[in-house]
Each structure stands twice: as structure tokens, then as C-alpha cells.
């Protein structure tokens, strides 16, 4: 395990879960089993691959899975200056590394963790972390040798865009 990632005896430490009603998923061993509520799901497949904390809109208003961060788990200087977000989700068609960038790091963080699918990692980085590609496309960072695809969207920010210390914008339209 890397240095600053959790295992799933720290999730409930880092996070406040919520969620009304029980739900299924399929445990390491791939029974489908079912979690309790206000219980996250660690989901894996049929022969017990993990794939990550399951996150669903629930059947009905007000059922969905809901991940909060808590914010005395980022140092100060992350809470409140600008960061790079890494987020690898799967929503059915593959793993998806992207890359935010915010000058609000748990606004950031509960809004990739409430999308609905397989959260597999979730970090921050100090920092606008260099950006990667062509001149006119959003383009890629580069962390612990793999690629984290840039967003379009300017994540959690105050209306500005978010430029680099000299003033180049970090995201072409």
C-alpha cells in the first residue's frame, strides 16, 4: 500500500457514509450479500477482483449513497490552497483516471465521490499539478507513472478560472 492510502478499516475514520435503507453488492468471495444501512459497499466481482466503493443513487429520492470527507484528514495548506484532485472511477465501461483542478479540496473530493459508480482511488496533490497535451485539448497530469485525464470543468472554484503561477490558463476551451 502506497504511502496516504486507506485501507477499508480506515474508511469509516477518513469519511462519514450515509445511506437510509440496506443494499446489496458482491463481497470478496462474490456472494451477493447485503449491507446494512448507513454501511459502504466495497464491491468486486465474481472472482473476488475488487472494484471499489460502490456509490448508487438508490431506487428512490433520498436513498442515495452519500461519502463525506472529513476535513481534518487533508493538512491545512490542502484544505485551502490550490490542489490537483485524482480521481479513478469505473461507471460500467472501464477505469477512468481524472484529473481536477480546485482551490477547494473537500468540495472537490465529496463532489467525485458522489458520482455514482466504482470509486477505486481518491487523492490530492499540493498544488496545480503540470499539465500534459496539446495546446486546444484539456490534456493529462502525470502522477506515480500513470496518466489522469484533465476535466473540462473547472472544479469547485470561486467562479475564476484557474490559471498557472505566470498566468496561462491550465484548461483550453
Known amino acids: 500500500m502506497a504511502d496516504g492510502d486507506l485501507?477499508?478499516?480506515?474508511?469509516?475514520?477518513?469519511?462519514?457514509?450515509?445511506?437510509?435503507?440496506?443494499?446489496?453488492?458482491?463481497?470478496?468471495?462474490?456472494a451477493i450479500v447485503l449491507a446494512g444501512a448507513?454501511?459502504?459497499?466495497?464491491?468486486?466481482?465474481?472472482?473476488?477482483?475488487?472494484?471499489g466503493?460502490?456509490?448508487?443513487?438508490?431506487?428512490?429520492?433520498?436513498?442515495?449513497?452519500?461519502?463525506?470527507?472529513?476535513?481534518?484528514m487533508l493538512p491545512e495548506d490542502l484544505l485551502a490552497g490550490r490542489v490537483t484532485i485524482l480521481h479513478a472511477l469505473d461507471q460500467?465501461?472501464?477505469l477512468v483516471r481524472r484529473a481536477w483542478y480546485s482551490e477547494n479540496a473537500k468540495a472537490t473530493i465529496d463532489a467525485c465521490l458522489s458520482i455514482a459508480g466504482h470509486h477505486q482511488e481518491i487523492g490530492v496533490i499540493g498544488g496545480f499539478r503540470a499539465r500534459q497535451g496539446g495546446r486546444f485539448e484539456p490534456g493529462f497530469v502525470r502522477y506515480r507513472r500513470l496518466s489522469w485525464s484533465l476535466t473540462r470543468i473547472l472544479a469547485a472554484n470561486a467562479g475564476a478560472a484557474l490559471?498557472?503561477?505566470?498566468?496561462?490558463?491550465?484548461?483550453g476551451a
Open 7 to 30: 485501507d477499508q478499516g480506515d474508511f469509516d475514520i477518513a469519511f462519514a457514509f450515509t445511506r437510509p435503507t440496506a443494499a446489496a453488492y458482491r463481497n470478496a468471495a462474490g
Open 163 to 171: 490559471a498557472d503561477d505566470d498566468g496561462h490558463p491550465l484548461i
Open 38 to 51: 448507513d454501511a459502504p459497499r466495497f464491491d468486486h466481482l465474481g472472482d473476488g477482483t475488487a472494484r
Open 53 to 72: 466503493l460502490l456509490v448508487e443513487p438508490g431506487l428512490q429520492l433520498g436513498q442515495a449513497d452519500r461519502v463525506r470527507l472529513d476535513p481534518l
Open 92 to 94: 460500467g465501461a472501464g
